[in-house]
């Protein structure tokens, strides 16, 4: 079942990624928004890294975070590759 959430953009269905916080009609998981934007990249430029979002779908995302820190925290943990599998050429 589709469960839509506080935000316009934002919704839950436990058929895509476990129930996982997503962007409305993607695959596109708010924790990989936020980790863009925790990045350093603003959100204006985060279109340019995911050209199938839009900006109202970018801050509506950012602005869910604000509103769920703890719980996308936690998929951004849950979903973190481990340092011994990542390519020492890639800067973390």
Same mark, same amino acid.
């Given at each position: 079942?589709?469960?839509?959430?506080?935000?316009?953009?934002? +919704? *839950? !269905?436990?058929q895509?990624?476990?129930?996982?916080?997503? +962007?409305h009609?993607?695959k596109?998981?708010?924790? %990989? +928004?936020v980790?863009?934007?925790?990045?350093?990249v603003?959100?204006?430029? +985060?279109?340019?890294?995911?050209?199938?979002?839009?900006? %109202?779908?970018?801050?509506d %995302?950012? *602005?869910?975070? *604000? !509103?769920?820190? !703890?719980?996308?925290?936690?998929y951004?943990?849950?979903?973190?590759v481990? !340092?011994?599998l990542?390519?020492?050429a890639?800067?973390r």
């Amino acid at each position: 079942m589709l469960e839509t959430l506080t935000h316009c953009y934002v +919704i *839950s !269905d436990p058929q895509i990624l476990g129930g996982e916080p997503i +962007i409305h009609g993607t695959k596109t998981p708010v924790r %990989a +928004i936020v980790e863009l934007w925790r990045l350093g990249v603003f959100p204006e430029e +985060i279109p340019q890294h995911l050209p199938h979002l839009n900006l %109202a779908q970018i801050f509506d %995302a950012l *602005s869910y975070y *604000s !509103d769920h820190q !703890d719980e996308i925290t936690r998929y951004i943990e849950l979903n973190r590759v481990p !340092d011994h599998l990542v390519h020492p050429a890639v800067n973390r």
